[in-house]
């Protein structure tokens, strides 16, 4: 079993930046791969990236591409989502999940609660 908190999100304005966090219970944390996700309000669930256990593969959805960055400490049990350049479509509800391992979000196991983002224009 596998339990996330995240935390980090707020109201900023377009052009500025944010980290996510992430922390994770277990002594597994570092053989799972981790994965950011983001829902809006009335929109489905969407891969925002992803990092592999090593944190030597990383992969990322188009529209965050040049502007986020996943990374992961497993001697703390966390990973990290670093948001620059916010633009206002990337306003949602930021989750962490584990268990999975690609862009699929019903391919993960474990969740956190979320934590908002609002990027104001």
């Known amino acids: 079993q596998v339990q996330l908190v995240e935390s980090g999100g707020g109201l900023v304005q377009a052009g500025d930046s944010l980290r996510l966090s992430c922390v994770a219970s277990?002594?597994?944390?570092?053989?799972?791969?981790m994965g950011w996700f983001r829902q809006a309000p009335g929109k489905e669930r969407e891969f925002v990236a992803v990092?592999?256990?090593?944190?030597?593969?990383?992969n990322y959805a188009d529209s965050v591409k040049g502007r986020f960055t996943i990374s992961r400490d497993n001697a703390n049990n966390t990973v990290y989502l670093q948001m620059n350049s916010l633009r206002p479509e990337d306003t949602a509800l930021y989750y962490c999940?584990?268990?999975?391992?690609?862009?699929?979000?019903?391919?993960?196991?474990?969740w956190g609660q979320g934590t908002q983002v609002t990027v104001s224009s």
């Open positions: 990092i592999w256990v090593s944190g030597g593969v990383r």
């Open positions: 277990g002594r597994t944390f570092s053989s799972y791969p």
């Open positions: 999940a584990a268990g999975g391992y690609g862009s699929v979000w019903v391919d993960y196991h474990y």
